[in-house]
């Protein structure tokens, strides 16, 4: 289970200010993902990256950001743009694109 | 568009009946297909990928190309698999469907 983790575990932030969520993978793995988890809407794919310095939207880009400059790490941004950003977020890893993801343990962001 | 459903959000079985979990894909090429698994308070980790045809805690699951389907399926539930099943085609995007709340009761 340490293979991906996540800090910090819960996250607290006032209306209009940007936050960065960590995630950091000791695997070697190539791939990297970032989901929202709402309650009945499964997992929502934000950004994903293939390999290192490169990365593309997912279905929900709109008001997040991402960066990959290093293979292990690919922390997301949450924009003051992104009207609803209150959620479960998750990242995961897996060693090439469309392989076994792993998750790790998510962070609850509340936005007041 | 790459879409994949999973009809039920809920479903509720008794302890020892079968379980089928149904899920529905809809994708121009043939993308591999998975189901992951989230128990309380613990993380979301996969349960049993199509490619390899193992059988994980009993599970099993068909793919019917079809029907377009990867149901999932045990002939006998038990407790400790109420849990959060998602489906997840995976091929040029990534996809998970909205998920099956399962409860098993006792």
């Known amino acids: 289970d340490g293979g991906i983790t996540q800090s910090p575990k819960y996250l607290f932030r006032k209306e209009g200010q940007n936050v960065t969520l960590s995630c950091e993978q000791n695997?070697?793995?190539?791939?990297m993902y970032w989901y929202r988890q709402d309650p009945g809407q499964g997992l929502r794919l934000i950004y994903y990256s293939q390999i290192v310095n490169d990365f593309q939207k997912g279905d929900i880009a709109e008001g997040y950001s991402v960066s990959r400059e290093k293979k292990e790490s690919f922390p997301l941004t949450v924009t003051s743009a992104q009207k609803n950003p209150t959620a479960f977020y998750l990242c995961a890893s897996s060693r090439r694109m469309g392989d076994t993801q792993y998750f790790g343990p998510g962070t609850r962001l509340t936005v007041l | 568009a790459q879409r994949v459903t999973q009809p039920e959000k809920l479903l509720s079985v008794f302890k020892g009946a079968p379980v089928e979990l149904k899920c529905n894909y809809s994708?121009?090429?043939?993308?591999?297909l998975f189901w992951y698994v989230q128990y309380s308070r613990q993380r979301l980790q996969l349960l049993l990928r199509?490619?390899s045809r193992e059988s994980i805690k009993g599970f099993t699951a068909d793919l019917n190309k079809g029907e377009t389907s990867f149901h999932l399926k045990k002939p006998f539930a038990q407790e400790e698999d109420s849990a959060m099943y998602y489906c997840?085609?995976?091929?040029?995007?990534?996809?998970f469907g909205k998920g099956t709340h399962l409860i098993i009761q006792p």
């Open positions: 997840a085609p995976a091929a040029d995007g990534l996809t």
């Open positions: 695997l070697n793995h190539d791939a």
């Open positions: 199509h490619i």
């Open positions: 994708y121009s090429g043939s993308p591999e």
